[in-house]
């Protein structure tokens, strides 16, 4: 089982940048997970926006991609989210999310076993 812990959602400005970040804590010593970071914005359904597997390979969304850069330091468990240019649009609740079994998806298959709680991001223009 794991638990996931986001934080760093805050604020911000149009066109500023923000990192939010998610500890993750491994009760069954998985070893292995690809992670992903899930956006949900008002009135809209929750959905994938960047993954990265356990060898670092990153997928994205096209409305993020350019702006958005998914990382993670497996020595520290945690994944990061760095969001940079950021947009209204980009406004929602930010979920760290992760899976335990391979093969490892992508934001366009992406589903996830695991969640967070959430930490909202609130872009002002």
């Known amino acids: 089982q794991l638990k996931l812990t986001e934080s760093g959602g805050d604020s911000v400005q149009a066109g500023e940048s923000l990192r939010i970040s998610c500890i993750v804590t491994?009760?069954?010593?998985?070893?292995?997970?690809?992670m992903a970071w899930f956006r949900q914005a008002p009135g809209k359904e929750r959905e994938a926006i960047a993954t990265i597997d356990p060898d670092g390979n990153t997928s994205y969304i096209d409305a993020v991609k350019g702006r958005f850069t998914i990382s993670r330091d497996n020595a520290k468990n945690t994944l990061f989210l760095q969001m940079n240019m950021l947009k209204p649009e980009d406004s929602g609740m930010y979920y760290c999310?992760?899976?335990?079994?391979?093969?490892?998806?992508?934001?366009?298959?992406?589903?996830?076993?695991?969640y967070g709680q959430g930490t909202q991001v609130t872009v002002i223009a």
């Open positions: 999310v992760a899976e335990t079994e391979a093969p490892w998806e992508t934001v366009a298959t992406m589903i996830g076993t695991y």
């Open positions: 491994d009760y069954d010593d998985h070893r292995d997970y690809g």
